[in-house]
């Protein structure tokens, strides 16, 4: 059974940091490319990072960049985001996925709240 489970999500005062983790189960986690994105109330989910199999490409969305940090580690079948210096606008559900050839897994998703 595949399943992408994220964690780490919460409440954070504006210019704090989190870390999310999504733990990968159930397909050959090293094969696939990785991705965080994010949908805010009222707006479309966005791509927010990118990783290659390997973790050796990146990409990030313009608005994060030199922010956050995508990363993992295959041995642990997990991706990470380091997310600092967050603003209110980013309070958002944060989403990993999955993605080989035509093979697609999401998470369910953890909420992120910036807020004083």
């Known amino acids: 059974q595949v399943q992408l489970v994220e964690s780490g999500g919460g409440s954070v005062q504006p210019g704090g940091s989190l870390r999310l983790s999504c733990a990968a189960s159930?397909?050959?986690?090293?094969?696939?490319?990785m991705s965080w994105y994010r949908q805010a109330p009222g707006k479309e989910r966005e791509v927010v990072a990118q990783i290659s199999t390997t973790g050796i490409i990146t990409n990030y969305a313009d608005s994060v960049k030199d922010r956050f940090t995508i990363s993992r580690d295959n041995a642990k079948n997990t991706v990470y985001l380091q997310m600092n210096s967050l603003k209110p606008e980013e309070t958002a559900v944060y989403y990993c996925?999955?993605?080989?050839?035509?093979?697609?897994?999401w998470g369910q998703g953890t909420l992120v709240t910036v807020s004083s």
């Open positions: 996925k999955a993605r080989w050839r035509n093979r697609e897994y």
């Open positions: 159930g397909f050959p986690f090293s094969n696939y490319s």
